[in-house]
């Protein structure tokens, strides 16, 4: 069965300044992977993929995420962070096989500071 | 295209009671899915949909089911209401493929 860890519970940044955040996920077989970006109150939005191909992948609003196979991790990233990016940030993976089951991690509270 | 939509957004109920939430997928999508989030349990798979047959099902008890319609819309039904249950339901549907798009959710309180 796979399984997702998220690093951090919580990563408290100052606007502007760069932010990582970390995922880690155990598979013995192909996975896609996500994450997902979920505001107060509301469901889950996806924020960007990695299915096959490039494994750098980037998000219209200047996340990006990288899939490093050996390292087993998918780590989101972005330069320079915004007040509006305060979220929870879902880390996901589901089997190449059964995409219609995803295992989420624990999630990530992004907190951006002024 | 319109989004995913799950009804009601709100419920309130009582121990004991049942409850059934609806979810109306992207038109075209054939599969729905199924999660429960909770504080405690965070996000949990509870099961699938495809073309009416369930493909998937998580570890939750017999308590909880569902369906899928033939226009592939999805109901939940949760039997014999717990506290435990409180929680933000959330569908997801996909064209049965890789990627799941998600509706706002429903969340359940349990009296």
């Known amino acids: 069965a796979q399984s997702v860890t998220q690093l951090d519970s919580q990563v408290p940044v100052f606007e502007e300044a760069p932010v990582e955040l970390r995922c880690n996920y155990s598979?013995?077989?192909?996975?896609?992977l996500f994450w997902y970006v979920q505001y107060p109150n509301q469901g889950l939005q996806l924020l960007l993929k990695?299915?096959?191909?490039?494994?750098l992948v980037e998000s219209i609003n200047g996340f990006e995420a990288e899939f490093n196979k050996s390292q087993t991790s998918f780590h989101l990233r972005k330069p320079s962070v915004h007040i509006s990016d305060t979220a929870e940030y879902f880390c996901?993976?589901?089997?190449?096989?059964?995409?219609?089951?995803?295992?989420f991690g624990d999630g990530t509270t992004l907190t951006v500071k002024p | 295209k319109a989004g995913v939509t799950q009804t009601p957004r709100y419920l309130i109920k009582t121990r004991g009671q049942q409850v059934t939430l609806s979810c109306s997928p992207i038109?075209?999508?054939?599969?729905v899915s199924w999660y429960q989030q909770t504080p405690g349990q965070g996000l949990q798979f509870l099961f699938e949909?495809?073309?009416?047959?369930?493909?998937n099902k998580g570890n939750f008890p017999g308590r909880f089911s569902g369906r899928q319609f033939s226009n592939s819309r999805s109901e939940m039904n949760v039997s014999t209401l717990e506290l435990g249950d409180s929680a933000l339901y959330l569908c997801?549907?996909?064209?049965?493929?890789?990627?799941?798009?998600f509706g706002a959710g429903t969340r359940l309180s349990v009296l």
């Open positions: 990695y299915l096959s191909g490039s494994t």
């Open positions: 949909y495809f073309s009416e047959t369930q493909r």
């Open positions: 997801a549907s996909s064209p049965g493929g890789s990627i799941q798009y």
């Open positions: 038109s075209g999508h054939r599969s």
């Open positions: 598979s013995s077989v192909s996975v896609y």
């Open positions: 996901a993976v589901s089997l190449v096989t059964n995409a219609g089951k995803s295992t």
